[in-house]
């Protein structure tokens, strides 16, 4: 049975939506930058873009949640952000995840979607704890996991090329 489709609400500046074949171009802005993706093994091909967007597409269908696009309310993309169940160190986590495009960088956004994702999992998901899986030398980041409150709380070893930081927060049930 497919899980209810979940979005975070929006926010003073952005909204969200779910991603389609025809964001590939806006998304390889930010994974296809070869600077804005130096954490990661290397920058996404058109390609590897178009298949990242169908396992999205496959985890809203089976769990609900996945990376959504960052867009302002006049529909400019700014990137990604959300909520996606990751591995760290053989256990099930949920992450909140965000990527902003270079030339909206340090303007707030990945803050801002950052909180809306962690009110949603608050609201669906808690308890539970929230964490950010981070390459340890990314500064800005640990930045935002440590805005909405999150700090150091393990390495995780079992990525095959890099050691991890993760980040976490506990989630209550809010009324």
């Not at 806006?26 to 169908?54: H, N, S």
């Not at 999150?150 to 990525?159: A, F, I, K, L, N």
């Amino acid at each position: 049975m497919p899980a209810p489709r979940l979005l975070p609400r929006p926010t003073a500046r952005l909204r969200f939506r779910e991603m389609v074949a025809e964001d590939a171009g806006d998304l390889l802005r930010v994974w296809g930058d070869a600077d804005a993706m130096r954490f990661y093994p290397a920058p996404k091909t058109a390609d590897e873009m178009d298949e990242w967007i169908l396992r999205m597409r496959r985890r809203y269908a089976e769990d609900g949640i996945g990376l959504w696009i960052l867009e302002t309310h006049d529909g400019a993309v700014v990137g990604d952000g959300g909520l996606t169940w990751q591995e760290v160190n053989g256990r099930r986590v949920l992450e909140v995840g965000y990527h902003v495009v270079p030339e909206q960088q340090r303007r707030g956004y990945a803050s801002e979607a950052a909180a809306a994702c962690a009110e949603l999992a608050r609201s669906r998901f808690a308890p539970i704890d929230l964490t950010a899986i981070i390459h340890p030398e990314n500064v800005a980041s640990r930045r935002v996991a440590e805005s909405l409150g999150m700090t150091h709380t393990e390495d995780d070893h079992g990525h095959p090329w890099i050691v991890r930081t993760v980040m976490s927060m506990s989630l209550d049930a809010t009324t």
